[in-house]
């Protein structure tokens, strides 16, 4: 399988204690299917405890059964993931206003998986675009598109012929778009943008937040019902600019409003007492921006630990 599926790891011998072993593999590949298992599910804590098991189920089985450690991990975290939407698919039909990811803040975080995440530039959007999938289609789309499995590969992992993953992917593909897991463009030029933007909602200035937005641009908010934010998206330039205008006047005076690369991508935070209480993520194109994402659903900030 892509990456190396022949496991440099070897069951232990006499010279190597099983706990060694273990430490060995855990401290290999945690990292690798952290980030499975965060595009997986668009939540930091869940992921961790999906990694945990995978680990755990790895210490209850016979070790000299397994012929490649790293697609045996692969393929529990895989369909850990896949049973673990599946039931939580009712709670986010039932979530109070949209459901957006938990955010990773480079260099934040309750480990250093995270910075896997932002290497990576796994962006809100694209997470949130994957929402549009059921579990069985977002593993497949996930690693057909970002890890490069064959379907062949895939259809061991998941228990699928690979006829019926290269349809799953189809399906998936015409449901997302064409749209590249990983945003390009030039760097500087979308923190410029960030930057104009943030400037021009301070400063109520119509003009230029018209010049930076596209006519599509969206506004969604994840409040998760602990704290007040818009129910509903809200869709266009026009209605997104009135609900902008006077936002300053509404922000605590004890906030501080900083830049910060969010999932890999240039973003803001808003922060008191060493404390992120507002995470806005953005969707760029080109030199503007056609979405807003904004996270200040406490539950999914408390990952993020202070400095």
């Known amino acids: 399988m892509p990456d190396g599926s022949k496991s440099k790891h070897l069951p232990p011998d006499d010279d190597m204690t099983n706990m060694a072993y273990m430490t060995e593999v855990y401290s290999s590949y945690k990292s690798a299917l952290f980030s499975l298992a965060y595009r997986m599910l668009g939540s930091v804590t869940d992921a961790e405890d999906i990694v945990q098991e995978a680990f755990l189920n790895l210490n209850q089985v016979s070790l000299h059964s397994i012929h490649?450690?790293?697609?045996?991990?692969?393929?529990?975290?895989?369909?850990?993931s896949i049973d673990f939407l599946r039931s939580?698919?009712?709670?986010?039909?039932?979530?109070?206003?949209?459901?957006?990811?938990?955010?990773?803040?480079?260099?934040?975080?309750?480990?250093?998986a995270d910075r896997v995440i932002a290497n990576e530039e796994l962006s809100i959007a694209f997470l949130h675009l994957l929402e549009n999938l059921n579990p069985v289609e977002r593993a497949v789309f996930l690693l057909r598109e970002v890890y490069s499995y064959s379907y062949n590969e895939i259809a061991q992992l998941i228990g699928k012929s690979p006829d019926n993953?290269?349809?799953?992917?189809?399906?998936?593909?015409?449901?997302?778009?064409?749209?590249s897991p990983k945003e390009g463009g030039?760097?500087?030029?979308?923190?410029?943008?960030?930057?104009?933007?943030?400037?021009?909602?301070?400063?109520?200035?119509?003009?230029?937040?018209?010049?930076?937005?596209?006519?599509?641009?969206?506004?969604?908010?994840?409040?998760?019902?602990?704290?007040?934010?818009?129910?509903?998206?809200?869709?266009?330039i026009k209605r997104a600019v009135a609900a902008l205008k006077g936002v300053n006047s509404r922000i605590p005076s004890?906030?501080?409003?900083?830049?910060?690369?969010?999932n890999g991508q240039p973003g803001m935070i808003m922060k008191a007492d060493d404390q992120i209480f507002y995470v806005l993520a953005f969707q760029f194109d080109d030199d503007k921006l056609s979405a807003l994402y904004n996270i200040v659903n406490p539950d999914k900030l408390k990952h993020l630990k202070k400095s």
């Open 165 to 179: 993953s290269r349809k799953i992917q189809s399906r998936a593909k015409q449901k997302v778009g064409d749209l």
């Open 68 to 80: 490649h450690v790293k697609s045996y991990l692969w393929k529990v975290t895989t369909n850990l």
């Open 186 to 236: 030039d760097r500087s030029k979308k923190e410029e943008t960030v930057r104009d933007f943030m400037e021009a909602v301070q400063s109520n200035n119509t003009e230029k937040l018209l010049s930076i937005l596209l006519d599509d641009f969206t506004i969604y908010s994840d409040g998760g019902g602990k704290v007040k934010a818009n129910l509903r998206p809200i869709f266009g």
């Open 254 to 262: 004890n906030l501080i409003v900083m830049e910060a690369d969010v």
């Open 88 to 112: 939580a698919r009712k709670r986010r039909e039932v979530y109070v206003g949209s459901w957006l990811p938990e955010p990773i803040i480079n260099g934040k975080g309750a480990d250093p």
